[in-house]
Structure formats: structure tokens, C-alpha cells
């Protein structure tokens, strides 16, 4: 068995960085690192899957159409799929480290 570190990071990326650490047919876990990224404007996530999202380090603010929600390391939320959401920012001076859990029914 390969040990790996969630909090290697990787060298600053212009766009997000993923990387899937796991995956089944029914769940997929990735490692999501921001640097002061966001969401395209006007650009929503309707997933076919259910998200399970933590932070780990650094912070975030998505946006629920209707609802601003901040995220800090150690917060975590699930949101069920074609549940519209957005990054709105994402921190710079520390990278957002997110772990994301994707599911289907």
C-alpha cells in the first residue's frame, strides 16, 4: 500500500485542480485545490450526483442561488444533486485544500 498526503500540493495552477483519489461505480472521492479561483460568471454546478464537500484548509464562499454559505477549514455540507451552486471565492493566501465525496442514489 502507497501512503499519499492530502496537503501535497501542487504548483499554483492557473484553473482548479482535481484529482480523483478514489473511484466506484457508486462514489468518487477527489482532492480540489483553490488559489483565489471561482466559478465562471453565470456558471452554475447541476450535478447528477450528491456531493458531500469538506475544506480542510483555507476557506470558501459558494453561493446557492438564493444563499450565501462561507466555508473554513473543518466545515463540510452535502449537497444533493441538481442542487445549484456556485464558487464565489476561494482564499489565496492559504490554497483551499477541499475533499469532495460524489455519489449516486
Known amino acids: 500500500m ?17 484529482e480523483t483519489l ?17 466559478s465562471p ?3 452554475w454546478y ?18 446557492f442561488e438564493n444563499e450565501k454559505i462561507n466555508l473554513s477549514a473543518g466545515d463540510y455540507l452535502f449537497i444533493p444533486k441538481h442542487k445549484k451552486h456556485r464558487v464565489i471565492k476561494t482564499s489565496t493566501e492559504i490554497p483551499c485544500v477541499w475533499l469532495a465525496v460524489f455519489g449516486k442514489d
Open 2 to 18: 502507497l501512503t499519499q498526503n492530502i496537503f501535497t500540493q501542487v504548483k499554483r495552477q492557473p484553473e482548479e485542480f482535481f
Open 22 to 38: 478514489v473511484s466506484t461505480p457508486s462514489v468518487r472521492i477527489e482532492r480540489i485545490i483553490s488559489e483565489g479561483h471561482s
Open 41 to 43: 460568471e453565470n456558471f
Open 46 to 63: 447541476d450535478q447528477d450526483e450528491w456531493e458531500w464537500v469538506a475544506v480542510l484548509q483555507g476557506n470558501a464562499e459558494l453561493d
